[in-house]
């Protein structure tokens, strides 16, 4: 059984579904994607439980159109296009999709996407059960964090290891999934697709890295450079005072 959903909603979805396929477009065409295309993206509905969740179709697909289920946090499906053999969206478990970071989106009201994915780099980084500092200066561009944790214990929930992670580090834009990829969260689709790609590409940099000694901390006054291009710098300043 299936709930209507208001015209705005639709409207949302639509939208939704356009930015998920031009995030999905680059991110494969840039080989940022490993062969499987795992790429999930769950996005909360404004003012509602909602969630749109919106899966990379597989490589076995007979077609790549791009489809969705919306289902709420108790995981009543409102919306369900999903085919069989088309993508990971299965219409047995749609509901699960409006369940799986519930928990995240009931307790921090400023993630709007989270999404799930599996890029090479990162995923080795995560098969080693390493936390990954952030070296590459284009991706730490764009946060004020200075690594990503790993998580490894799975009798632990993840969306309860997102929210742990983001309490002792509200900065936190990822984290790796031990023995398989990573996840990711932000305030729109397009945005979250822009950070995988970049935090990929330093993960990418940094393995090379390692069969020269492995990658170093910044140098003096790069942090600042960069931070001053986003207009992070006020406040990661002070993050490096209260460091200090």
């Known amino acids: 059984m299936t709930h209507p959903l208001t015209a705005e909603q639709l409207t949302y979805l639509d939208q939704a579904k356009h930015d998920f396929s031009k995030a999905y477009r680059v ?3 840039t080989r940022t994607l490993t062969a499987t295309r795992t790429f999930q993206v769950y996005l909360r509905v404004p003012d509602s439980r909602l969630v749109i969740a919106l899966h990379a179709p597989s490589p076995w697909a007979d077609d790549e159109e791009i489809r969705a289920v919306v289902a709420d ?3 009543a499906v409102y919306l369900d296009e999903s085919i069989e053999g088309s993508s990971p969206l299965s219409g047995r478990k749609a509901g699960g999709n409006g369940k799986r ?3 995240v989106f009931a307790q921090r009201p400023e993630v709007n996407v989270v999404s799930h994915v599996h890029t090479p780099w990162l995923g080795g980084w995560a098969s080693a059960h390493r936390v990954l500092p952030i ?3 284009a991706s730490q561009r764009v946060t004020l964090a200075r690594e990503l944790p790993i998580y490894i214990d799975r009798r632990q929930p993840e969306p309860e290891f997102i929210v742990q992670s983001l309490q002792a580090n509200p900065h936190l834009p990822a984290i790796l999934e031990a023995n398989g990829g990573a996840t990711f969260w932000g305030t729109g689709i397009t945005q979250v697709a822009k950070l995988i790609l970049l935090v990929e590409e330093g ?3 940094q393995g090379l890295a390692e069969g020269l000694g492995g990658s170093k901390e910044f140098g ?3 942090l600042e450079q960069q931070w001053n291009m986003t207009g992070l710098w006020a406040e990661g ?3 490096l005072e209260n460091a200090a």
């Open 27 to 29: 991110l494969k065409d």
């Open 73 to 75: 946090y108790d995981g």
């Open 101 to 103: 970071y519930a928990t």
């Open 135 to 137: 070296r590459y200066a």
């Open 203 to 205: 993960a990418w940099f």
């Open 220 to 222: 003096p006054g790069v």
């Open 237 to 239: 300043k002070k993050l």
